[in-house]
Structure formats: structure tokens, C-alpha cells
């Protein structure tokens, strides 16, 4: 997947580096900008970092769970780098890094104990909820890794599966427009962060397209809110010093805080939106119910 | 479902009347062209490729060139339906596209459902034309699509009633669907497709309907020429 980019543009580019300057004018611990999109139902999330583009659904099935785990439900992902991405995509040819990139934001959610899979059980042995996450890749411009698992985790917590009551054996499921449907529970949210190191022992924050096809390694941090390193994953590379992995670790933890404020405050904003829009319907005398009143509370509780 | 007195559908719309169209245009920064068009919460993004290389030498065709469709789905992989809607889509745009222009080249059409509400093929070839014309594929003309149905009736068989543009919920309660592309240059019908039994009346009755919906590309017109007078000003 790599780009085919020419000598001369390489070499501006790390000379450039090495004088702790980028060609999009960032400085080397910059972040390019983060906007996040919601759609018109429940968990579907556009995610844009700079010109990467990923977009992820979330939609929830009730099914029956597996025997020696009575009381746990799935989650499911399912990752799709797109042919639109790029040019070199083949869509009749399975992506390696379709796989990597999917296990990566899986394994740092479940192994972190972000997710668990027991709070989606219904009734123990016979129905539990289904959580699938489909992650696509639009447009590739770089660090699809970051911008990927800021997309999951805005879905995710803007995701409402329907209300269930049960009554014995017996559940009731509630549909949307009938009771407010429920977030699920998210019990922390591990970012990732990715650095691309270069010679002299220079490493930047969040690499483009081009940054990415000149850079020697690069080194992905997924850390979360409270300070906490919940996965880190290096492929191959050049070889790092110690030092400068803790250097890493100290801006991810710095990054990865201002990414969840930000994703935080997008989904308050559009929960709003959302409440005002209904609440002019009921004025406007059409047969919506003021059923989102108590979504902001529950969002403000994750945090 | 429908309440026959006022003639008025569930979601309040009229009997031929529309969903609100929404687009927008070369969004994507690395394919040649793209655009999303939405009605109202059937959503559909797609991205065009080409002229370029033919990825596999044996699609290559010696005296046009090769146009490939891509349909992914919103969510989990992609199954015999989304095979079938790809080649629909593909059946389509193929009709209107130059492609003895540039032989020996693809070009890629790559269809992503954001979320699907019923129309998915209507709105995906919408908005492949959309993108076809943002990456500047030579065409003949332009391509609207409009996904007609006869609702299911128990009590009376004759007296269907015909709506056009229906939604999911709609969809689930057809008896009959008919999906109707037609070519801007020529008025003609490039493609259509029936699902389900309906009468041959009940057949040129919604061709009829469909004529009257040339004001889906009256506003891809509008949309291009927004988006080319936005670029001078």
C-alpha cells in the first residue's frame, strides 16, 4: 500500500525532518485536525483526521451464546479497507492490513477490559446481544490506525442498542420510538496514537501518506484517559532506543486525553442537536415523543 | 399501513412524492471523483477511478474500457444480494459512459452504503453518476434513478397502490418493486428491474410515475452547477 513517491520529494521531506519541520506546516508533535460526523441514526460515525477519512455503523442482533459462555455476548468487528481508499486496494484480493489494523483497536478495546462482553447478556444460556462493528476505510491519507480506533470509539459510545425488560424467562425487547434506548457500557476508551520515527533519532506524531512511505518504523500507542497504556504495537522498523519509546508514551498520554475530550464533547453536541430537533417536532404538532430527554445525562455518566 | 382516504403514507409523505435529496461532491481527497447522495436516511457514498490500469489483464477489453463496480454495504461482508445490486448499478452507469474513448483502461466505481433505508440501488446509481461526472468521465448524458412499489393488499388485488421512493419499512410491506434508470439525453430507459408480481398495467403505471421523476437529475444539474459556479467565485 505503500505510495510510489520520488527521490526528490523524499529527500525534501527528511531534510525538512531533520530540522523539526513538517511539509503540511505541523510542528513534529502536531496532530492534524480531528472531525467527527454523525448520521442520522444511532452509532454511525464519520471520522475525518486531516484528509483520512473512516466511517464505522454499529447495528446490534439478539442471538444465542455460546454453551461453555452462557452469560456472555460478541463483539464483533469487521474491518474494510475500501477500493475507494486508494488506487492500489484490490477489491478481489484480501488487505493483510485489513486484518492487522482490525486486531489492533479489537485486542486494545477487549483486552483492556473496555468492552465486556458479559454486560450484553439478556438471559443467561439462551439470548444475548450481538454488537457489530463494521470499520471502513474511505480515503487513505495516512495513519489509518488512529484515525480508525477515534471513529470506533465515537461509534461506540454514541451507539443505542433498544431497552429490554425481563420478566422471569421471558424478554421484552422495546423499540427506539417506543422507550429510550440504552448506551452501552464503555468503561474506559484507549485511543491509539501513532509516532513514525527517522534518523537522528526524530520521531513524529500522526504521519501522512507521504511522511508514512519515507519514515524508517513507527510505533502505535493506545492509551486511555486515565493515564493507562493499554496496547502498544510496533511492526518491524528501524530499532528504538528506551528513551525515546517513554518520550512516545508521555505525548500519547497528552494526545490521547485531548482526542477523548474532543470526541466526548462532539457526541454532548449532537445528542442536543438531536433533543432540540425532536422537541421542534413536537412543537411543529408531528407525532414524535420527547424520548431523547435523558440521553445527555447518560452520556455526561461515562465520563 | 397506508390510510387509503387521504392518501397519505405512513411517514407522511404523499403517494409520489420524493424524499429530500441531499449531495455532495468530490469529498474524497485520493479518488478522481466522489460524491454522496442522500435521501433522507438512505445514504450512499461513491468513488470513481479512471481511466486507469486494468488490475487484472484478463478484464481488459481491447476496444473499451472495462468498468468495474464495487458494492460494500454498510455492515458485514458482502453476499450474493450486494453481487446483484453491484451488477444493476454497473448495467447502468455502463450505458452512459464514452467507453470506447479510452480502450484498453477501467474505470472504477466504488459504491459504500452508509446506511441503507429502503432505495438502495436507486440512490447508489444517483450517486455514482454524481461521481462519474466529478471525476470527469466522458458520458452521453446524465443517469437518474427512481425505485418505484405496489403495496400489498389482501382485500383487493386490482386496486394496488403505487408509491414512489419507498423507505425500509415500506419496502418490507411491497407486493411488487420496480427499479427504473433513465438516460438524461435521450429520455430512455437504461435499465429497469421488477421484484415481486405485477400486472402489465400496473408495469407501464409505474413506468408513467417514474417519467414524471426527472427531478432527480433536474437537481443533479442544480448540484453540479453549484458546486462548478462555487469553484469560479
Given amino acids: 500500500m505503500k505510495e510510489v513517491i520520488s527521490k526528490n520529494e523524499k529527500d525534501f521531506i527528511l531534510s525538512s525532518i531533520d530540522k523539526y519541520t513538517r511539509i503540511d506546516g505541523r510542528s513534529i508533535t502536531d496532530m492534524r485536525s480531528i472531525k467527527i460526523e454523525f448520521g442520522k441514526s444511532f452509532g454511525l460515525v464519520e471520522v475525518q483526521l486531516g484528509k483520512t477519512r473512516v466511517y464505522t455503523s454499529i447495528t446490534c442482533d439478539i442471538v444465542e451464546p455460546k454453551p461453555e459462555r452462557p452469560n456472555e455476548g460478541f463483539y464483533v468487528f469487521n474491518t474494510d479497507i475500501s477500493p475507494m481508499s486508494s488506487v492500489s486496494v484490490d477489491p478481489n484480493r484480501g488487505n493483510p492490513l485489513e486484518n492487522e489494523l482490525g486486531r489492533i483497536i479489537e485486542k486494545g478495546l477487549k483486552e483492556s477490559r473496555a468492552i465486556d462482553t458479559e454486560s450484553l447478556c439478556i438471559i443467561s444460556g439462551s439470548k444475548v446481544w450481538s454488537i457489530k462493528i463494521s470499520i471502513h476505510i474511505l480515503d487513505d491519507c495516512g495513519n489509518l490506525l488512529d484515525c480508525a480506533s477515534i471513529s470506533v470509539i465515537a461509534a461506540l459510545l454514541h451507539f443505542r442498542k433498544p431497552d429490554v425488560t425481563v420478566i422471569g424467562n421471558e424478554a421484552t425487547i422495546h423499540p427506539i420510538d417506543e422507550r429510550e434506548p440504552v448506551p452501552l457500557s464503555i468503561h474506559h476508551t484507549p485511543i491509539s496514537i501513532t509516532f513514525g520515527f527517522f534518523p537522528n533519532e526524530i520521531m513524529i506524531v500522526d504521519p501522512d501518506n507521504k511522511e508514512e512511505s519515507v519514515m524508517d518504523g513507527k510505533l502505535s500507542f493506545l492509551v486511555n484517559i486515565h493515564k493507562e497504556i493499554c496496547g502498544v504495537s510496533k511492526g518491524g522498523g528501524t530499532s528504538t532506543s528506551v528513551h525515546q519509546v517513554l518520550k512516545c508514551s508521555k505525548i500519547a498520554v497528552i494526545k490521547a486525553a485531548e482526542i477523548t475530550l474532543q470526541i466526548k464533547e462532539s457526541i454532548i453536541n449532537d445528542i442536543k442537536t438531536r433533543q432540540s430537533s425532536i422537541n421542534n417536532n413536537k412543537r411543529n404538532g408531528s407525532g414524535f415523543r420527547n424520548n431523547n430527554s435523558k440521553n445527555l445525562e447518560m452520556v455526561e455518566h461515562n465520563k | ?233
Fill in chain 2, 1 to 233: 399501513m397506508v390510510k387509503k382516504q387521504e392518501f397519505r403514507r405512513l411517514n407522511g409523505r404523499t403517494q409520489g412524492q420524493l424524499r429530500s435529496m441531499e449531495s455532495e461532491q468530490s469529498l474524497l481527497n485520493k479518488a478522481d471523483g466522489s460524491a454522496k447522495f442522500s435521501q433522507n436516511k438512505t445514504s450512499v457514498l461513491a468513488a470513481v477511478y479512471g481511466p486507469i490500469e486494468v488490475n487484472s489483464a484478463r478484464k481488459e477489453k481491447i476496444l473499451k474500457s472495462y468498468v468495474e463496480v464495487t458494492f460494500t454495504p454498510a455492515l458485514g461482508n458482502t453476499t450474493y444480494l450486494d453481487k446483484e445490486k453491484e451488477l444493476l448499478v454497473k448495467n447502468a452507469v455502463e450505458s452512459v459512459i464514452l467507453t470506447t474513448l479510452h480502450p484498453r483502461t477501467q474505470v472504477s466505481v466504488i459504491i459504500q452504503v452508509y446506511s441503507d433505508d429502503g432505495s438502495i440501488v436507486s440512490c447508489s446509481i444517483n450517486a455514482a453518476c454524481l461521481a462519474l461526472l466529478d471525476a470527469g468521465i466522458e458520458m452521453n448524458g446524465l443517469i437518474g434513478s427512481i425505485t418505484l412499489m405496489n403495496e400489498d393488499d389482501d382485500e383487493d388485488n386490482n386496486k394496488c397502490l403505487m408509491i414512489v421512493d419507498p423507505d425500509l419499512n415500506e419496502e418490507n410491506n411491497s407486493k411488487a418493486m420496480a427499479i427504473f434508470a433513465f438516460s438524461s439525453n435521450s429520455n430512455n430507459i437504461v435499465m429497469s428491474k421488477t421484484i415481486g408480481t405485477l400486472t402489465e398495467d400496473q408495469y407501464f403505471e409505474c413506468l408513467k410515475a417514474a417519467r414524471g421523476c426527472d427531478s432527480i437529475i433536474a437537481y443533479m444539474k442544480l448540484a453540479v452547477k453549484n458546486r462548478i459556479m462555487g469553484q469560479n467565485n
